[in-house]
């Protein structure tokens, strides 16, 4: 007698509480699958419009969560709350799959698409979508490498009043290395915390060292008025405004963001 067959993974209700999973998401093929967003995950705009918004990254509203029914919570260690993922587990019976992620540089893109397909694999397309998104990271991440650019010190600002900037062991800041710019103060702030996100008072030593400040159009919205300000605090480096969204989202917009970083370096950005 044959033996009977395997059972099929349920339907997945994915709630993502993080901008750069939910456009992951939509990229693997996964848009019908989503049941819940943060305020904050806005792209792509036609795919995520009509999906339910539970609060933000750091306040979620649970109790409408729970409302949605999700099988699969998509969390990130440095953008959510620990106590939001306790919640979630607490739940018992309706308790979700929750998929903890936490990309460190570029290079782990490769490994963060791997970790939802173990998860969504059965689902129609989903690894096909993943195999062209991989092979596209792949070959980004092989055209941006650092001995092709002179070395740069670099401050990259995330916040005002104070200001805030990356420690070297966050993403963003292994972004810039790709590009053999080295982000200041040369401090690392561990795995979690506000440590990874060093305020800087002004009145530094080092940043007479910096060469070129980057302005971030997020999470602070800067703009052209904070330029002076920026050529003030280092006053011998080259103030810019940078696509936050495209040097710091990971997933697939580090495809884009790549080209843009290289753009960058080159003196086109």
């Known amino acids: 007698m044959l033996p009977p067959p395997a059972a099929l993974p349920p339907t997945p209700c994915i709630a993502s509480l993080v901008p750069s999973l939910t456009e992951l998401v939509v990229a693997l093929g996964l848009a019908q699958h989503l049941v819940a967003r943060t305020g904050y995950c806005i792209h792509p705009a036609q795919s995520v419009a009509q999906v339910p918004k ?5 306040d979620v509203n649970l109790a409408k969560l729970r409302r949605l029914a999700p099988t699969h919570v998509l969390v990130n ?3 959510n709350r620990r106590e939001t993922v ?3 587990r607490g739940w018992g019976a309706d308790a979700p799959q929750i998929v903890v992620t936490h990309p460190l540089a570029p290079h782990d893109n490769l490994a963060l698409v791997e970790q939802l397909v173990a998860v969504f694999g059965h689902v129609a397309d989903v690894r096909e979508r993943a195999s062209a998104l991989l092979a596209d990271l792949r070959a980004e991440l092989a055209l941006t490498r650092p001995g092709a650019h002179p070395p740069q010190r670099v401050l990259y600002l995330i916040w005002r009043e104070p ?3 990356v420690a070297r062991d966050t993403y963003l800041s292994n972004m810039l290395a790709l590009v053999n710019w080295h982000s200041l103060p040369a401090t690392h702030g561990g795995a979690i915390g506000a440590a ?4 800087v008072h002004g009145t530094e030593p080092w940043l007479a060292d910096v060469q070129r400040v980057l302005l971030s159009s997020e999470p602070y919205a800067f703009g052209d008025a904070h330029l002076t300000e920026a050529r003030r605090l280092c006053p011998n480096a080259r103030a810019d405004l940078v696509d936050g969204e ?3 989202w990971y997933g697939a917009r580090a495809v884009p963001g790549l080209r843009y970083l290289r753009a960058l370096a080159a003196g086109l950005g």
Do not use: H, I, N
């Open 54 to 58: 539970v609060g933000g990254t750091k």
């Open 77 to 79: 260690v440095d953008e």
């Open 86 to 88: 306790d919640a979630l």
């Open 163 to 165: 200001w805030m900037t």
């Open 196 to 199: 990874r996100y060093p305020v």
């Open 246 to 248: 495209l040097l710091s």
